[in-house]
């Protein structure tokens, strides 16, 4: 279903985040693309099931935060069906990717799609954010977090920082509020200790809304009382 869109896709890619893609990534983004619409007749993945939606909303969407990616450990927080880490994996075949989400059928999902894809030194662990970031295994380990569609940013900040290392970035993925999100962070920002390094803004096509990238850098070492147990940072924001 999503094959006789990839010629079509490669351009997108090309032109919008000027990287190329090989035959061998397009393959697996196929690959990836069927099993999402298979999967999703038997549980809720996704509300995008049109093949080209899927490109450009899911895929190409993913795919913005490229540039921005550093290190060899990348975790994605939150990251339901794969977006944006399996695309990014699928990228970058060296580094080493975490995926993390509170549904252990989602974690399913995804072990079918890094069999079937051939996917290396890629982790699915099935937990809340804020459990992930209080165990000390993953705290400060990594050096690029991701996540897209999970939480305000203030919510998000208490997730990312603990389990980023100094010096490390969190590449949220956001729509077009991104700027009011950043001002709602300022606390946030100051307790766990990072900066918003830059917002990037995209226009992925006339059917896709306004995305941005909030580009945040660890400054110091987040302190041990966050995140706060399951639930509270949702509830009451720093």
Known sequence: MIAEHLSAFRDLVSTIIEIKLSDTQLEQFSLYGDLLVEWNEK???????????????????????????????????????????????????????TLVDSLAKRLDFLQA?????????????????????RNPQYRGQFDTVVSRAVARLPVLLE?????????????AAKGSQAEDEVKESANALEVLGAQVIDIKKFNLGEEAEHRSIIIIKKIKETPRQYPRKAGTPAKNPL
């Open 43 to 97: 549980m809720n993945l996704t509300s995008i099931t049109d093949p080209q939606e899927i490109i450009v909303k899911h895929f190409l969407d993913s795919l913005t935060l490229t540039p921005w990616v550093q290190g060899d450990k990348v975790v994605d927080i939150g990251t339901g069906a794969g977006f944006p880490g399996v695309p990014l994996k699928i990228f970058y075949n060296d580094k080493s990717f």
């Open 113 to 133: 799609v890094i069999m079937k894809l051939n996917l290396d030194c890629v982790t699915t662990i099935h937990t809340r954010a804020e459990d992930f970031g």
């Open 159 to 171: 997730y990312a920082l603990p389990v980023l290392n100094a010096g490390g970035v969190f590449l």
